[in-house]
């Protein structure tokens, strides 16, 4: 007579699977720091845009940095060169030298971009890559 025994495994995966999630959780926040070290400040908006997702899809955990600036994507990829004209009223008003100026268009002439995200990441990847692979 053999005799058998089952395991149930459930509670251990479940206590695998959080503390996958809290490691992801920590790199993000490294990466999230060193991206806002990155990031150029001339208003709080970009700075104060970040946050991230961890989450589940199947047996995978997943983590997503996140800047949902209106303008985050211009400052991480640049511009190409551009007219800019009023949407709302009929000239637009901006500082030059402390003047106002007023013009019914702008030939934009692009900006450089500045990869704080993507800087962030390649910067702090050995970091990220030993944070997830912590016993």
């Known amino acids: 007579m053999m005799a058998t025994v089952n395991f149930d495994f459930t509670r251990l995966r479940n206590v695998i699977k959080e503390k ?14 060193e991206a806002k070290y990155l990031c150029p400040v001339k208003t709080s908006d970009l700075i104060n845009s970040f946050t991230h997702i961890v989450e589940e899809d199947g047996n995978d955990i997943l983590g997503r940095e996140i800047n949902n600036s209106k303008h985050a ?19 637009l008003a901006f500082k030059v030298d402390g003047q106002t100026v007023f013009a019914k268009k702008v030939n934009h002439p692009g900006t ?15 970091d990220i890559k030993e944070i997830l692979a912590l016993q």
């Open 20 to 33: 996958s999630k809290a490691k992801m959780l920590i790199a993000l926040e490294v990466m999230e720091a």
């Open 73 to 91: 994507a211009c400052v991480e990829y640049g511009t190409k060169p551009h007219v800019i004209e009023p949407v709302n009223k009929k000239v």
């Open 112 to 126: 450089q971009a500045i990869p704080f995200m993507r800087g962030a990441l390649l910067s702090k990847k050995m």
